[in-house]
């Protein structure tokens, strides 16, 4: 195998250029590192890429999911649960799913914006309740991570009354839409507070970037930059400094070491060429997603770490968790026939339900919130399917029957347009010992790297869970007046709690802490085994608390990075 060496040394190799790898790379640059990020998709640039202004019907397919566009046609995300070429494997059994974005910003062109911060119980829950582990940082450690992150990236929502949801720095929420203020009627009637969202969203123009004009489209990538993603806040300012570059469809190996077991750089397939490359390096940064993180590490193996690279102890690729999620679509009658209304808003709900229950009273540990959903939204492939399953009574008091054919079919289909109110829960999975990853011996990808096994179990804690968001959805879908659309799940369908993976949340196989026998990277995820090797990505999470992960990677990255930044001033690495 003939390998491309180069011979410039940068000072920092980050791996993956999304949310961590994006921040990390903004704050090394303007700390004054020469870096090379490697990407493992092509450059993507959402003001001349993204699809926002294009109609559904534009398409032959009405914007339905093509295999490289898995959430649809015109989405911002490049590529989904299967790459071609790029297997992954799971054991006998087991169900898990992986979802990977490959282009530049990764996930954060399409994600759903919702910015939660990790509470103070978030970071000590085994203090509380006895169970996985604490991180080896507080709230308080993090916070003013979390305050210069609101700064930079602007964040709207409000300060809450409740302990475990921190204060933030935000711009003003936008107005909820109709369909969510009758489920905030209908849930704080059920005792579940419906309070405003917390999204990465514009909704004031901040830092030279336009306010939000309400199009709703934010899965497609932002034109205009009004929501996060990496390419239109992180890479922008690095690309300044002039001491950024980026080498796009780069698909890395393995890290490299040198004798003294310290980051020598990074080996890469180039895609274009398909030959192997090399980048030299002082430092390695991984933000290539947890998994494929704790991947290249496991795969990075050397005389020195001949288990891998921080896997001396045998940590790297265990406690991985997703979030929990499940979801129940409702019919109100009381909405149908409505007058057609300005519903415009950011692409996502305008309010959301924090967890609101003490534990102590319930039959499982930790919470979960609930996102709502509803409303007019663009039509497209699929669009109201089942209209069929639609059931409840008219105001005249007789049943409804929806569906046939022709006129009536068109008729029915603008009467309920608008009528459906969606329920979906996040929430806290306690790391578990079946559930983690390795390096299947036997599989590798189309560039002959072996790729990953995935192991992964619920626990009752999470079934039980689920069972809970379903009744707590269903009863406010009946408080509403309306009807679910789908039958309770039973136990045996464990509630229709969600597959590992499928809430894209996956984080925790390379995880942080004190003692160097039970974690790979100590408090500033920096690896016990190799001190210029980070990681900036969710693998060094403990917890997975039931808020969405990415305002902690971004946090944690900012976190990280400067203290690389330090460690480098001080000539310590
Ligand atoms: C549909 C959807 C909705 C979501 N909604 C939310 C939400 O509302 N809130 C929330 O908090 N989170 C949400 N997420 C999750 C969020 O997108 C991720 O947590 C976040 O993007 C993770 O950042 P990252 O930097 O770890 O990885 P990514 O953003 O995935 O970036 C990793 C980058 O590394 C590159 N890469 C991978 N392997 C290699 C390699 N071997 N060599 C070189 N480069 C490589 C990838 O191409 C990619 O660009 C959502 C995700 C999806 C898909
Ligand atoms: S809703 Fe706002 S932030 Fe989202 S894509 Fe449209 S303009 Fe951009």
């Known amino acids: 195998m003939q390998i491309i060496r180069n011979r410039r040394i940068y000072d920092v190799a980050i791996i993956g250029s999304g949310a961590g790898g994006g921040m990390a790379a903004k704050v090394l640059t303007e700390a004054g590192a020469d870096v090379v990020m490697l990407e493992a998709g092509p450059m993507w640039d959402p003001v001349k890429d993204s699809y926002m202004f294009r109609w559904n019907y534009d398409s032959p397919r009405r914007g339905a999911a093509i295999p490289t566009q898995q959430f649809g046609e015109y989405d911002a995300a490049f590529g989904g649960w299967t790459l071609d070429g790029e297997p992954y494997t799971t054991a006998a059994g087991d169900d898990f799913f992986w979802f990977r974005s490959r282009m530049l910003g990764g996930r954060t062109n399409h994600w ?34 979390y305050d210069e992150t609101d700064r930079l990236i602007g964040i709207f929502g409000t300060n809450l009354p409740f302990r475990n949801e921190p204060d933030g720095i935000f711009l003003p929420p936008p107005k909820p839409r109709c369909y969510e203020l009758l489920i905030q009627q209908a849930s704080e009637k059920l005792g579940v507070p419906c309070v405003p969202s917390r999204l990465s969203i514009l909704t004031r123009p901040h830092n030279g970037r336009a306010a939000c004009h309400y199009c709703g489209q934010c899965n497609r990538g932002c034109a205009t930059h009004s929501n996060f993603s990496s390419p239109s806040v992180l890479i922008p300012p690095a690309m300044k400094t002039g001491r950024l570059t980026i080498v796009a469809n780069a698909m890395a190996r393995e890290v490299t070491v040198d004798e003294n077991g310290l ?33 290249i590490l496991l795969n990075s193996k050397s005389p020195k770490f001949p288990q891998g690279l921080a896997n001396s102890t045998g940590i790297v690729g265990k406690y991985l968790t997703d979030s929990t999620g499940t979801g129940v679509t409702g019919f109100i009658p009381k909405m149908m026939d409505n007058h057609p209304h300005n519903e415009d808003g950011t692409g996502g709900a305008h309010l959301y339900m924090p967890w609101w229950i003490d534990n102590r009273k319930l039959d499982f540990p930790r919470g979960y919130h609930i996102e709502i959903g509803g409303g007019r939204r663009m039509p497209g492939a699929g669009f109201l399917g089942n209209i069929h399953a639609y059931t409840g009574v008219e105001a005249s008091g007789t049943p409804i029957a929806f569906g046939g054919y022709g006129a009536s079919l068109k008729r029915d289909y603008r009467r309920v347009y608008g009528s459906t109110v969606s ?5 806290e999975m306690i790391p578990n010992p079946d559930s983690w990853m390795e390096i299947d011996p036997r599989v590798v990808d189309k560039w002959g790297i072996p790729v990953p096994r995935f192991h992964f179990k619920w626990s009752d804690y999470e079934i039980k869970q689920a069972k809970h968001m379903q009744e707590t959805f269903r009863a406010i879908i009946h408080e509403m007046g309306g009807t679910p659309l789908s039958p309770m799940p039973t136990a045996q369908q464990n509630y229709d709690l969600a597959p590992g993976g499928r809430i894209i949340h996956e984080i925790g196989v390379v995880r942080m802490g004190n003692d160097p026998n039970t974690s790979a990277l100590n408090k500033y995820c920096q690896a016990h085994d190799a001190k210029t090797v980070f990681v900036a990505d969710g693998a060094p999470f403990v917890s997975q608390p039931d808020k969405n992960c990415t305002w902690t990677i971004l946090a944690l990255a900012m976190r990280t990075a400067n203290y690389i930044a330090e460690q480098r001033k001080a000539g310590a690495i």
């Not at 507080?138 to 003013?144: I, S």
């Not at 329920?423 to 929430?427: D, E, K, S, T």
């Open 112 to 145: 759903g914006r919702i910015s939660l911060r990790f509470g103070p119980d978030d970071f000590q829950r085994k203090s509380i309740d006895g169970l996985g582990d604490n991180w080896p940082i507080t709230y308080e450690d993090m916070k003013p991570w």
């Open 263 to 295: 980051a020598s750089g990074v080996s890469y397939i180039d895609k274009n060429t398909v030959r192997d490359n090399h980048v030299r390096a002082r430092i390695v940064v991984l933000a290539a997603s947890a998994c494929e993180t704790a991947r």
């Open 423 to 427: 329920f979906a829960g996040r929430g």
